[in-house]
């Protein structure tokens, strides 16, 4: 069964706009959430992170938001840009820091 | 000069041949990774190592094996290579923090 949750596997937006991701997780001992972009034919790269005692982290045009008791993440990107189309992973790290569990990635696409 | 390499970039095998996948980097971190993609069910964690004589099983450890030759230096290892093995194969690398984790670029890797 899996702990980290993309329901939405594809979203399409206009450029300008705001892009929503969103990720829910199942476990409560996961205690540190990341967001990671992966373009085609190259790995995974670090985006945003947020810790369990934040309801809130921001970095420029990306913010991510936590919902502790609903066990929900969303990343907002505003405003979206046709680079920013890529592959996004919603990851969550266990307590002990030694795994990180991922989703199963949203597929962003902003068009022109 | 990518932080973290792997090699080959891809390859085709056969059912019941042995192949290593080869993991290099150089950003002087002593956790290292490896994880497979599969379309839907994003990265998942095959082994990882803390340090040169550290080696733990991930979530999905069985025909698999490892080897951590140097600090630099994490190889995968398919014994004897099935079809359900076709996947992209990334590696990562983190520092003693462990929260972001940095990957390579993948291995595609079919097997026939």
């Known amino acids: 069964d899996q702990q980290v949750k993309q329901n939405s596997p594809s979203l399409s937006v206009q450029e300008g706009r705001i892009s929503i991701l969103n990720c829910d997780y199942t476990n409560s001992m996961f205690d540190y959430f990341l967001w990671y972009k992966k373009y085609p034919a190259e790995g995974p790269t670090f985006l945003i992170s947020i810790s369990s005692i934040k309801d809130k982290n921001e970095d420029g045009r990306f913010t991510v938001f936590l919902n502790k008791s609903a066990k929900h993440l969303s990343l907002h990107i505003v405003p979206s840009q046709p680079g920013d189309s890529a592959v996004y992973f919603c990851a969550a790290l266990n307590n002990a820091g030694n795994m990180l569990t991922f989703g199963g990635g949203t597929r962003l696409m902003v068009k022109p | 000069d990518a932080d973290v390499t792997q090699t080959p970039r891809n390859r085709i095998t056969k059912t019941g041949k042995r192949i290593m996948l080869e993991c290099s980097q150089t950003k002087g971190h002593d956790r290292m990774y490896w994880y497979r993609q599969d379309p839907g069910l994003g990265l998942r964690l095959i082994y990882y190592s803390f340090d040169v004589k550290d080696i733990n099983k991930g979530e999905i450890s069985d025909g698999y094996s490892v080897s951590r030759q140097a600090q630099a230096k994490f190889s995968l290892s398919l014994e004897s290579a099935i079809p359900n093995q076709t996947a992209l194969y990334f590696c990562?690398?983190?520092?003693?923090?462990?929260?972001?984790?940095?990957f390579g670029p993948g291995t595609r890797l079919l097997v026939l």
């Open positions: 990562a690398t983190s520092d003693l923090l462990g929260k972001t984790q940095y």
